[in-house]
């Protein structure tokens, strides 16, 4: 408990990669947007909110290249290291996911659109439901994209860029073969149709269980990578 606890202090050192740099990207983006939107005469939607998903997924691939060799130069568990770092990101997500829900409110609530009909943090079909529901959206996405981050990275580290290539390679592979097969037997109609008859909340429960393939995953390869 101890060294993981040690990691956990080792990644809130870097408060740059893990807390500055996402919202610097984030709020960036919404101030460009909301400087276009006051120029505009009509509602205007952006899907700048994207940016900060997609930082976790950056965090998740570069987090252990900068820091799992340094943890085990440390002489540190493996097995605490990803835990560790799991506790991170689940810490991290947690904060992020307030503070997201958070703006919306002062979006869609308090000021509505910030004056100038700018839909940044409060988005429509994102935002549906409960105050739980879109906590947990928030939450379980930022998860996902954090750990198919951090599957990748582990590829590479425990496989080297052969690895990589090879599992690249594949995935290109299978996603031909399902888009050949979705399209000869004419399933893209009702893949839509299956998103459209979900919830976002619904959504984001299904990415669960691929969450935690490559937490596991993860978990696995680590475990037998070197430094």
Not at 215 to 227: D, E, G, I, N, Q
Request: hydrophobic content about 55%; some cysteine; glycine content about 8%.
């Amino acid at each position: 408990m101890n060294h993981m606890t040690g990691i956990l202090k080792m990644h809130y050192r870097d408060k740059w990669l893990w807390l500055f740099m996402p919202w610097i990207i984030l709020l960036s983006s919404f101030f460009v947007n909301l400087v276009l939107a006051f120029f505009m005469q009509e509602p205007m939607y952006t899907g700048g909110l994207a940016s900060i998903f997609i930082y976790m997924f950056v965090t998740g691939v570069i987090i252990l290249v900068q820091t799992f060799p340094f943890a085990l130069g440390l002489s540190l568990r493996r097995t605490d290291y990803f835990f560790g770092t799991s506790l991170m990101a689940v810490i991290t997500s947690a904060i992020f996911s307030l503070l997201l829900f958070l703006l919306s409110i002062i979006e869609s609530k308090l000021t509505p659109g910030w004056g100038v009909q700018l839909h940044y943090f409060h988005v429509p079909y994102l935002n549906d439901g409960t105050v739980l529901e879109q906590l947990w959206i928030y939450f379980v996405i930022m998860l996902h994209m954090f750990y198919l981050g951090f599957v990748i990275s582990s590829i590479f580290r425990r496989f080297g860029k052969s690895g990589l290539f090879i599992f690249g390679a594949v995935m290109f592979i299978l996603y031909s073969i399902a888009g050949f097969l979705m399209t000869y037997y004419k399933w893209w109609g009702d893949l839509f149709n299956w998103f459209a008859g979900n919830t976002a909340f619904e959504l984001a429960l299904w990415t669960m269980p691929l969450t935690v393939l490559c937490a596991l995953l993860s978990f696995w390869m680590l475990r037998k990578s070197t430094v």
